[in-house]
């Protein structure tokens, strides 16, 4: 006999968290592979087809490497899909951050019209190690005319790896931008 009965909400819910968590494993190992450079980042982005979960483009942090503050990964990876796509709007993407998008990238994320921002590490999970804006990006998408979901932390303890790996603790001490009385000062 074939059941052909709708899935129930929770089964939805619970398919969307496996898929969520299989693509915050994918910018986690992408944003890993920073550790093997002589510029480690523990910030990684990955835009991927909100319907089909279609990878788009990736991203990681360059703003030690390209001596620009705003070379922020979320940035970096909204800047690269609009240039693939060749327009403004990313309506129908999502977005996947190893770390809670600070007010500069939610804000880029909502004018480029992300679906959804799904992250990995808190913005306090940051501020142990660097220097963080303490706006959650929540309250920015709240408080725009734009909509996009904002979900997290999702594999938190994952994503916090990133930040305590020793290459990037090593790399914290050398940042101008860490975190006064961080460890390893």
Same mark, same amino acid.
Request: hydrophobic letters at 35%; charged letters at 25%; a positive charge.
């Given at each position: 006999?074939?059941?052909?009965?709708?899935?129930?909400?929770?089964?939805?819910?619970?398919?969307?968290?496996?898929?969520?968590?299989?693509?915050?494993?994918?910018?986690?190992?992408?944003?890993?592979?920073?550790?093997?450079?002589?510029?480690?980042?523990?910030?990684?982005?990955?835009?991927?087809?909100?319907?089909?979960?279609?990878?788009?483009?990736?991203?990681?942090?360059? %703003?030690?490497?390209?001596? $620009?503050?705003?070379?922020?990964? #979320?940035?970096?990876?909204? !800047?690269?899909? /609009?240039?693939? *796509?060749?327009?403004?709007?990313?309506?129908?993407?999502?977005?996947?951050?190893?770390?809670?998008?600070?007010?500069?990238?939610?804000?880029?994320?909502?004018?480029?019209?992300?679906?959804?921002?799904?992250?990995?590490?808190?913005?306090?999970?940051?501020?142990?190690?660097?220097?963080?804006?303490?706006?959650?990006?929540?309250? %920015?998408?709240?408080?725009? $005319?734009?909509?996009?979901?904002? #979900?997290?932390?999702?594999? !938190?303890?994952? /994503?916090?790896? *990133?930040?305590?790996?020793?290459?990037?603790?090593?790399?914290?001490?050398?940042?101008?931008?860490?975190?006064?009385?961080?460890?390893?000062?």
């Amino acid at each position: 006999m074939l059941d052909c009965a709708m899935p129930k909400r929770g089964e939805n819910r619970a398919r969307a968290a496996l898929k969520d968590e299989a693509r915050m494993r994918e910018v986690f190992q992408y944003t890993a592979r920073t550790f093997d450079t002589p510029y480690p980042a523990p910030f990684g982005a990955l835009i991927v087809s909100t319907k089909t979960g279609q990878r788009l483009v990736r991203a990681t942090n360059a %703003v030690m490497r390209e001596n $620009d503050p705003s070379s922020h990964a #979320e940035l970096r990876a909204v !800047r690269l899909a /609009c240039r693939k *796509l060749k327009r403004t709007s990313l309506l129908g993407f999502t977005m996947y951050s190893t770390c809670e998008p600070c007010p500069m990238c939610m804000s880029n994320a909502l004018w480029a019209r992300l679906d959804r921002v799904v992250y990995g590490a808190t913005i306090a999970d940051a501020n142990r190690h660097c220097l963080q804006i303490h706006i959650p990006a929540s309250e %920015v998408a709240g408080r725009s $005319d734009m909509k996009c979901a904002v #979900e997290g932390p999702v594999l !938190r303890e994952l /994503c916090v790896t *990133l930040f305590t790996h020793p290459k990037m603790q090593k790399a914290f001490r050398s940042w101008s931008t860490r975190k006064p009385g961080s460890p390893g000062r």
